[in-house]
Every structure is written in structure tokens, then in C-alpha cells.
């Protein structure tokens, strides 16, 4: 119980300290306009106030990830709560703020026109493709996993087939319409119920006090993989996520000023980690490993969380808890459909202000997603776990760029981007759906890939001096 305790206090010190040494190394201009403004049009820049945009942020990069990955990590023992509170206060949030502060800067700009401008042409047409890839991949995760927490909520009386349906049809409404016809105005409904579902299990933990596991470097893991690179993949949005990366350039389009960056991009992701905390305690708490991993065998990680739900809070309060996580994946299924629809549209410059157009983009989407839920969710998981926090990694050393030209700190952004790339190059090497090389030998050509990497960022950030006037240009020159 100490352990967990005090993981949530330094999750949210973090938030004070670190998190206020970021935004002045990054170095905020609270008198320049942001693409709110310079860019309104009514559909994805507008406007909006800040405690709406912090909302919308949390629902976006809050899916199944901080609830299912810490339920998986959990396996591994408290160790996990070492990777998502450290991973929060130095690799997540860090992450998500640079890039929804960067995109402000560049016209709200998405990764790939970030990874063109910062890491090369080159880089932008193969990061659009890697983005689009992880944002299907995200869309039809977010559809499976709610619609079978609705279906058990149901006790299988609604056919899943249908609860399908209706979660597309609300996707797709969400991604068409302007941002505050729907999104802004149903999250904070929304908001309220995930409030709801974290704070009924997190104060059962403690007012039960629940046998959560004090910290422990031990592998618990039943089956025995190994923590690294397993855990920081396994434990993404809770920790890092890429996938943020893909959620910030919507709400840095409707940020009213950059002052309000550091509560939006970087505190989110803190509220993010302290739910990740609360489920992967619960999960530690209320069962031995070998009796999590049988629940999660047989039903997935969404069993677990409607036995923790139902044991810490009864019948009603549980079917609440279990409201409150179906509403994370549907907050983030809509906004990566819609995210996508403007990563496309901005890579082939199509206007967005007709609904014509928005449709076109997005329906295809629609279609590719719904012929992925036919695939195992399982080997869905890992490839979106691999995507995510390779993105993650891409963002990173974009954020590492900017500061480097811009002659900062970036080794805020370096360091973690060096660990994840080390982690997620280890993983698809090692990994049956990748390489499927011994462990031993996936270690050693990560770390010369690694070193390779560091050593072309150098480079690279040689040549970019010349070649950048500035790197905060709006995106007008250097596009």
C-alpha cells in the first residue's frame, strides 16, 4: 500500500517540477497566436477553453491502454510501477508535450509533417504510412475492446455483431462532424464517468486496504519473459504511448494559448499514469500471478477488469467502474478515426471544410478497420503495442531535433528516445511476429542500431541548421 501511495504522490510532484522544467526549457510565448486562431475554420481549428481541451486530451489518449496494459504488466509484479511512474514524469509526458507544443508552433502540424520537417523528407512519406498503419490498428483495438466489454456488461443477451455496429456508427458521426458538435460536447459526460470508474477503484484499494504489493525489482511474470524490452511495450499508455502523439495536433489546434500546454499535454499524461497505477494495483492486489494470467487466458484483460470492478464496488457500483473503462477506448477509437482522416488530409492537401471531402477520406477507414476486427485481438495487441511505441520513438527524436536546433535541452527528449528505441528494436527482432531471434542477439544489433541512430541524429542536426531559418516558422517556410 506504501508503494502504491507514494507512486501517486510523485506522479504528481512530477507534475509540479518536472513538469514545469520542461515548459521552460521548451519556452512558452504566451503572446503568439495560436493555429486556433491563424487557422480557424470551424471542423478541427477552433477555440476552445482549457478545461475542455484537457478533457478531450485525457479521453483521447486514454483508451484501453492505461487500463489493459497495466493489467497485463502486472503480471511482471510491482516493477510495473516503477516503468509507469518514471515513464510518465520522463518519457510520457515529456513526449506528449513536445509534440502537441511543436505542432502549435508548426500550424498544428500531425508527425509526419513534423518527421518531414525535422528528420527529413524522406521520413515524412514513411511516417504517414507508420501513422495511418497505427491509427487503423488503434481505431479497430478500440472497437473489439469495447464492444466486449459492452457484450459481457449485456451478459451476452446483445449480439456483439450489433454493439459493433453501433460503435462504428458513433465513430464515424464523431469523425465527420466539427470537433465541438460531438466530441466537445459529449466528454465531459464522458469525463465524469471515467472520474467516477478511477477514483471508486483507487479509494477501494485504500480504504480496504487491498494487499497491494510493495516495490520489487523480481520478475513475477508466470510464463518468465523477460522485463526488457516486454514490459515497456506491454505497459504503453500508462508509461508512453505514440499514439499521443497522433491526439495532441487535434487539441493543439483548438489551443487558446501555449500557456495552457503544460495542463493539457504534459498533466494528462500524468492523470493517464495514475490511472494505470490504480488498475495495475488492483490487479497485483486481488490476484495471485498464476490466477491473473489464467482470467486473462481466458477472457482477456477485459475479465479482469470486470472482476475487479464488480469485487472492489458490489454489483452497481462495479457496472459504473465498468461504464467508466468502456468510455476510455470509445474517447480514443473516435479521435484516432479522426486524427486519421486529418493525416491524410493534410499529406494530399485536401481541405477539410467540406463535409464531401471528410467523407471520402474517412469511409475507406471504416471499411479497412471492420475487415481488422475480423483478426485475432491478441496478435492485433502486439502489433499495435509494437507500432505505438515505435511512434513513440519517432516522436521523441523529433522533439529531440527541435531542441537541439533550437539550442535546448534535448536531452529530455533524447534519453528516452534512446532507451525506447533500444527497447523497441530489441522487441521486434526478438518477437515472434518480427525476427524471432534469440534474445541475446536481438540485444546486441538493437544496441549497434541504437548507437547508429544517435550517431545520423548528429548528423542530421548538423545539416538542419543550415537548412532551417527557424524552427518555429509556422510551417510556412520549411514545408
Not at 495552457?260 to 497485483?284: D, H, L, Q, S, V
Amino acid at each position: 500500500m506504501i508503494t502504491f501511495i507514494v507512486s501517486i504522490v510523485l506522479l504528481i510532484i512530477g507534475y509540479f517540477t518536472y513538469g514545469k522544467y520542461v515548459e521552460k526549457v521548451f519556452g512558452v510565448k504566451a503572446e503568439r497566436k495560436t493555429p486556433a486562431y491563424t487557422m480557424q475554420d470551424g471542423v478541427d481549428y477552433l477555440p476552445m477553453g482549457t478545461k475542455r481541451n484537457s478533457m478531450i486530451q485525457l479521453l483521447n489518449i486514454a483508451g484501453v491502454g492505461p487500463i489493459f496494459g497495466p493489467i497485463l504488466g502486472a503480471l511482471y509484479g510491482p516493477v510495473a510501477f516503477l516503468w509507469i511512474v518514471f515513464g510518465a514524469i520522463f518519457a510520457g509526458a515529456v513526449h506528449d508535450y513536445l509534440t502537441g507544443m511543436i505542432s502549435i508552433r508548426n500550424r498544428g502540424a500531425h508527425v509526419p509533417e513534423l518527421a518531414g520537417k525535422f528528420l527529413g523528407k524522406a521520413m515524412k512519406h514513411v511516417v504517414n504510412a507508420f501513422t495511418v498503419l497505427l491509427l487503423l490498428l488503434v481505431g479497430t483495438v478500440f472497437v473489439q475492446a469495447p464492444a466486449a466489454l459492452i457484450h459481457n456488461l449485456a451478459e451476452q443477451k446483445v449480439a456483439l455483431s450489433i454493439i459493433l455496429g453501433a460503435i462504428f456508427v458513433y465513430y464515424i458521426v464523431a469523425t465527420l462532424l466539427p470537433i465541438d458538435k460531438v466530441i466537445g460536447r459529449v466528454y465531459p459526460l464522458f469525463g465524469v464517468l471515467l472520474l467516477i470508474s478511477a477514483i471508486g477503484i483507487g479509494g477501494g484499494l485504500i480504504v480496504t486496504g487491498a494487499p497491494i504489493p510493495e516495490i520489487s525489482l523480481t520478475n513475477m511474470h508466470p510464463d518468465n519473459v523477460p522485463i526488457f524490452p516486454l514490459l515497456f511495450l506491454t505497459i504503453s499508455c500508462g508509461a508512453l504511448s505514440g499514439f499521443h502523439a497522433t491526439q495532441s495536433p487535434i487539441i493543439s489546434r483548438t489551443t487558446q494559448n501555449e500557456q495552457n500546454g503544460r495542463k493539457i499535454f504534459y498533466g494528462m499524461m500524468i492523470a493517464e499514469g495514475i490511472i494505470a497505477m490504480i488498475w495495475a494495483a488492483a490487479a497485483m492486489s486481488l490476484f495471485s500471478g498464476n490466477e491473473l494470467n489464467e482470467i486473462i487466458q481466458a477472457g482477456g484483460p477485459a475479465a479482469v477488469v470486470n472482476e475487479v470492478a464488480v469485487r472492489m464496488l458490489g454489483a452497481i457500483g462495479g457496472t459504473l467502474a465498468v461504464i467508466g473503462v468502456i468510455i476510455l477506448p470509445i474517447t480514443s477509437g473516435d479521435t484516432a478515426f479522426r486524427s486519421c482522416r486529418m493525416i491524410i488530409a493534410d499529406y494530399f492537401k485536401v481541405a477539410q471544410k467540406k463535409i464531401t471531402n471528410r467523407l471520402w477520406i474517412a469511409l475507406p477507414l471504416f471499411v479497412m478497420s471492420y475487415a481488422l476486427t475480423k483478426m485475432d485481438f491478441t496478435i492485433l495487441w502486439r502489433y499495435f503495442s509494437w507500432a505505438n511505441q515505435s511512434t513513440a520513438v519517432i516522436a521523441l527524436w523529433i522533439g529531440a531535433m527541435y531542441l537541439i536546433l533550437s539550442k535546448k535541452n534535448y536531452f529530455i527528449a533524447m534519453i528516452p528516445a534512446i532507451f525506447m528505441t533500444m527497447a523497441t528494436t530489441t522487441y521486434i527482432l526478438n518477437a515472434k511476429i518480427g525476427f524471432n531471434l534469440p534474445l541475446n542477439v536481438s540485444y546486441v544489433i538493437a544496441a549497434i542500431f541504437t548507437i547508429g541512430i544517435i550517431g545520423a541524429f548528429y548528423k542530421a542536426a548538423r545539416n538542419k541548421r543550415n537548412e532551417l531559418a527557424s524552427v518555429d516558422d509556422d510551417f510556412e517556410k520549411a514545408a
